[in-house]
């Protein structure tokens, strides 16, 4: 049998890489890649302020912090509210005294709560469907926690990186959905195509203040959100909904080549991630990178 690709090991990080610097994450849930984000860049030396509305969840990731001696503040808070966003900011610069790196990583795929197991028999009306048959609830909820939330982000974050003038750096998830289309979920892709412009503009508005601005955009990546995801895709198959696209493409490069045809893990999306925020990615801002195993090569 042939070998697949190691993955980034969850053990592995830079010693003192982010000492002194005070990292904010939406999206800290334990087990995503905001969560992976954080325990490594707490590992690192970064002071890490993670922000989610899954009360268990990123209690997990706070913990798991603290537990290796790292330091770390949970935020309950929905950020498709602006004076939430705009708390949380605040909340981050009262804790730590200021804000250096960011990641916004706090998206959903269909219109339900996150912090509520899935029930598709009874929230159809908040599933992803073709544009003909998509409802007003699902598109609004995708749309403010996918776009609008990492607008108000994005805006108190500026303010407050704008006042320091110390300059920052910020890594927004947006995904294959915000390159290319995405069968069957349009507000996830049009929401994930909205990112990607935010990307782009606020890295050319803010260049000039010493602020580095760039995404990350991946295929299928082994977190909560996706296999959630999955469940509904083969729900909505046996129920004969849905797109009849979404089998035309089912698999990266990278995971064609595996085995048991893994996704990305969130440890290699972090890896990434952390190397966007580092001093390494100096030169880099307005990127919108395909970290996707290959998937928008072809």
Same mark, same amino acid.
């Not at 995404?215 to 729900?235: G, I, L």
């Given at each position: 049998?042939?070998n ?21 994450v939406?999206g ?17 030396g970064?002071r890490?302020?993670?922000?989610d509305?899954?009360?268990? *969840?990123l209690?997990? /990731?706070?913990?798991?912090?603290t !537990?290796?001696?790292? /330091? !770390?503040?949970g ?5 498709s509210?602006?004076?939430? #966003? ?17 990641? &916004? ?5 269909d219109?339900?709560?996150?912090? +509520? ?8 009306h +908040? ?6 048959? #998509?409802t ?17 982000c994005?805006r108190?974050? +500026?303010?407050q ?14 995904s ?19 990112v990607?412009?935010?990307?782009? &503009?606020?890295?050319?508005?803010? !260049? ?8 990350v ?6 977190t ?14 046996e129920?004969?909904?849905g ?12 995971? *064609?080549?595996?085995?048991d ?10 890896a990434?991630? +952390? ?6 990615a ?16 072809f």
């Amino acid at each position: 049998m042939k070998n697949g690709i190691t993955p980034v090991d969850p053990a592995t990080f830079f010693p003192n890489r982010f000492l002194g610097k005070t990292l904010f994450v939406t999206g800290a849930a334990h087990g995503s890649i905001g969560g992976a984000t954080a325990e490594r860049a707490a590992k690192e030396g970064a002071r890490v302020f993670c922000v989610d509305r899954k009360p268990e *969840a990123l209690r997990k /990731t706070v913990n798991e912090i603290t !537990a290796i001696g790292g /330091t !770390a503040i949970g935020h309950l808070a929905d950020i498709s509210d602006p004076h939430a #966003a705009q708390g949380a900011v605040d909340a981050c610069v009262q804790q730590f005294g200021g804000l250096h790196l960011v990641l &916004n990583a706090a998206g959903v795929m269909d219109g339900n709560d996150p912090a +509520l197991p899935p029930d598709f028999e009874n929230t159809t009306h +908040l599933l992803p469907a073709p544009l003909h048959a #998509a409802t007003d609830a699902y598109w609004h909820n995708v749309m403010n926690a996918n776009i609008n939330g990492m607008f108000f982000c994005m805006r108190a974050q +500026l303010r407050q990186m704008m006042a320091q003038e110390t300059g920052g750096a910020i890594v927004n998830i947006g995904s294959i959905a915000g390159l290319t289309g995405l069968p069957g979920n349009p507000a996830y892709s049009a929401s994930k195509h909205a990112v990607t412009g935010l990307t782009r &503009n606020a890295a050319i508005d803010y !260049a000039a203040h010493g602020i580095r601005i760039n995404s990350v955009n991946m295929a299928q990546t082994d977190t909560p959100m996706v296999f959630r995801a999955m469940e509904f895709v083969k729900w909505a198959m046996e129920k004969g909904m849905g797109s009849g696209m979404a089998s035309f493409k089912s698999a990266s490069l990278l995971a *064609a080549h595996e085995p048991d045809k893994r996704g990305a893990t969130p440890w290699e999306q972090a890896a990434i991630i +952390l190397f966007l925020l580092s001093p390494d990615a100096s030169n880099i801002t307005g990127a919108c990178l395909a970290t996707d195993g290959g998937w928008t090569a072809f």
